[in-house]
């Protein structure tokens, strides 16, 4: 198992940047694909971005591509995303999720089987 814990969100002003932190627990971080969702009031969980276990292969949301960027750092246990040039409509609680890397990159919430307590982004216009 996995245990996450998210960081580093807060309020900024549209045009901003903030950069999200998630640090994971246990040896096998380097086993798990990462990925960060995000769920604004009232809506559904959605993807934003998710990369594969060695940082080889990411893949990004339409809504956040040339925009947001996914890294990691195994020898740290933790899963970082840029986010640049930030909207009212990213606007958020961020939540950083793992899978196994035998699953690949999925881009959908119920594939991930750990989850960590979300960190809130509010966007100002």
């Known amino acids: 198992q996995v245990q996450l814990v998210e960081s580093g969100g807060g309020l900024v002003q549209a045009g901003g940047s903030l950069r999200l932190s998630c640090a994971a627990s246990?040896?096998?971080?380097?086993?798990?694909?990462m990925g960060w969702f995000r769920q604004a009031p009232g809506k559904e969980r959605e993807f934003v971005a998710t990369?594969?276990?060695?940082?080889?292969?990411?893949n990004y949301a339409d809504s956040v591509k040339g925009r947001f960027t996914i890294s990691r750092d195994n020898a740290k246990n933790t899963v970082y995303l840029q986010m640049n040039s930030l909207k009212p409509e990213d606007t958020a609680v961020y939540y950083c999720?793992?899978?196994?890397?035998?699953?690949?990159?999925?881009?959908?919430?119920?594939?991930?089987?750990?989850w960590g307590q979300g960190t809130q982004v509010i966007v100002s216009s």
């Open positions: 999720a793992a899978i196994s890397s035998a699953y690949g990159i999925p881009g959908r919430s119920n594939e991930y089987a750990y």
């Open positions: 246990g040896r096998t971080f380097s086993s798990y694909t």
């Open positions: 990369v594969s276990w060695n940082g080889a292969y990411f």
